[in-house]
């Protein structure tokens, strides 16, 4: 049986590989490709659960059925007519085609995306099967340089690892203010499910746990998807589409999972201090949203968020909040990861984990950094990469935390503790080394200019900040 589901799934990915290759070559990119698809698929779906007896939750005109026996230009109006309607609805449909455009306008290369979804029975197909293959697209999506599609991709064993150590409960609230695919969302989900066979808590777990936000509406139509077809939130999705650092509900969350987009705010975004006035005023995307998240979380509740290395060393405004964290929450553990393990080159991150409701006292440092080389493709990370850290971590008993540093007997230990004081709090960084091991750059002449460059459009944000702030004063 999962011989024939391994072959399966191969020969399905095949057949949507082979379409892609047969559409970029007419000019249509992978992630509108797969936009396309997913639409095409929920349509399907709808009309599998139709003839199951169990309903249909799109309106009449605009199925699956109105478009399967169309081609030419028949087809291509009559589906961007659908497009057009069911992104008005309410619910779980608005959700999928949050603003749906087509992009693929010939006629004949659509045809060949319905044919292949028709090919197959979807909606009775095991969920953690589909939500694989979903998963695998997504992940190929997240390679695609052209799209730039890498930065809503966090790697998944990182996502296992967090989702392991900060352990949410079958009972507990989980939110991702910056969604992406979903990712966060579905590793938790894994972890929870399998907690309990009460009917309420399924129930709960699958309908009320969750909340999820992107500010990018094909990111929305994939996270909503790939939730779906795992078969949570049928009736109503947990993702919407908004901007979270200018969100301003009291809802809150027992746990936070996040990979925040690093960078300053694109031109033209609504000013984050002017609606959230609470805030230490910054431009800097990642320090807006490690405030946002330190707003939503409960008292009591859990947080692992990747951020980079600025967020830990900064002065000025960052500094302050570093402040506000130490003295409000209990920052007790820091990963450092290596560069190498996410699509956008040279990134130096961490994760940070926080409970929110005491101060710092002692915060224990993971350095999977130092003399680490991890590569996407020739040596990606892994799980079990991870294990070593999750071991120490002693999630539900950290009172048995042990340094495996030692000054004398192995201080190149990657485990460490450091303790703070309350005078410490406003002028701590956070950036703790003390490994000495030999570290070669040992990056391609690609990683570097692509390293070079993604410096050069951080400091012309800044320039253009500068210029419009020495404009505002001058006026």
């Known amino acids: 049986m999962a011989e024939t589901q391994v072959k399966s799934e191969a020969a399905l990915l095949k057949k949507v590989w082979d379409i892609a290759g047969v559409l970029a070559a007419a000019g249509v990119g992978f992630t509108d490709y797969i936009t396309q698809l997913t639409y095409i698929l929920f349509l399907k779906m709808d009309s599998e659960k139709e003839e199951y007896g169990l309903g249909s939750s799109i309106p009449d005109g605009y199925k699956w059925n109105d478009i399967v026996g169309l081609s030419g230009e028949d087809l291509v109006e009559k589906y961007e007519d659908i497009l057009k309607e069911l992104s008005k609805q309410d619910g779980l449909i608005g959700t999928i085609f949050t603003k749906a455009t087509n992009k693929i306008d010939s006629p004949a290369k659509l045809k060949k995306v319905i044919e292949m979804v028709s090919s197959e029975n979807w909606y009775m197909m095991e969920g953690d099967f589909k939500g694989a293959?979903?998963?695998?697209?997504?992940?190929?999506?997240?390679?695609?340089?052209?799209?730039?599609?890498?930065?809503?991709?966090?790697?998944?064993?990182?996502i296992q690892a967090i989702v392991d150590v900060v352990d949410p409960k079958i009972t507990e609230t989980v939110a991702d203010p910056a969604c992406g695919t979903a990712g966060f969302i579905l590793a938790a989900y894994e972890h929870m499910k399998v907690q309990s066979k009460d009917f309420e808590k399924q129930n709960f777990l699958k309908n009320e746990a969750f909340f999820g936000a992107d500010n990018t509406p094909l990111v929305v139509t994939l996270a909503s998807m790939n939730i779906y077809l795992h078969d949570i939130g049928s009736e109503k999705s947990p993702i919407v589409c908004q901007d979270s650092l200018i969100d301003t509900s009291d809802k809150m969350y027992q746990v936070i999972l996040a990979n925040p987009p690093f960078g300053t705010r694109p031109q033209g975004s609504v000013e984050v201090y002017a609606n959230r006035p609470e805030f230490i005023k910054t431009s800097d995307n990642q320090v807006n949203f490690l405030q946002h998240i330190m707003s939503i979380v409960k008292t009591g509740?859990?947080?692992?968020?990747?951020?980079?290395?600025?967020?830990?060393?900064?002065?000025?405004?960052?500094a302050k909040v570093r402040e506000k964290l130490l003295k409000e929450f209990n920052l007790h553990t820091i990963l450092r990861l290596p560069t190498g393990i996410f699509y956008a080159q040279g990134?130096?991150?961490?994760?940070?984990f926080f409970e929110k409701g005491e101060p710092t006292?002692?915060?224990?440092?993971?350095?999977?950094?130092?003399?680490?080389?991890?590569?996407?493709?020739?040596?990606?990370?892994?799980?079990?990469?991870?294990?070593?850290?999750?071991?120490?971590?002693?999630?539900?008993?950290?009172?048995?935390?042990?340094?495996?540093?030692?000054?004398?007997?192995?201080?190149?230990?990657?485990?460490?503790?450091?303790?703070?004081?309350?005078?410490?709090?406003?002028?701590?960084?956070?950036?703790?080394?003390?490994?000495?091991?030999?570290?070669?750059?040992?990056?391609?002449?690609?990683?570097?200019?692509?390293?070079?460059?993604?410096?050069?459009?951080?400091?012309?944000?800044?320039?253009?900040?500068?210029?419009?702030?020495?404009?505002d004063v001058e006026e």
Not at 301 to 318: E, M, Q
Not at 347 to 352: A, R
């Open 361 to 471: 006292k002692d915060i224990w440092v993971y350095d999977y950094r130092t003399g680490i080389k991890h590569t996407l493709v020739t040596k990606p990370m892994t799980r079990a990469d991870l294990d070593e850290f999750v071991k120490c971590y002693c999630s539900g008993h950290m009172q048995d935390r042990k340094e495996t540093y030692s000054k004398d007997n192995n201080p190149n230990g990657r485990w460490r503790k450091f303790t703070v004081s309350e005078e410490e709090y406003g002028t701590l960084k956070l950036d703790f080394k003390w490994l000495d091991l030999d570290e070669k750059d040992d990056r391609s002449l690609a990683e570097l200019i692509e390293e070079i460059k993604m410096k050069s459009a951080n400091i012309a944000n800044a320039v253009k900040s500068l210029e419009d702030l020495i404009g």
């Open 133 to 158: 293959i979903y998963e695998k697209i997504l992940e190929k999506n997240g390679q695609d340089k052209k799209s730039g599609a890498g930065q809503y991709f966090t790697p998944r064993p990182l």
């Open 301 to 318: 509740g859990r947080v692992g968020v990747v951020l980079p290395d600025n967020v830990l060393t900064d002065g000025n405004a960052t």
């Open 347 to 352: 990134v130096k991150t961490n994760v940070l």
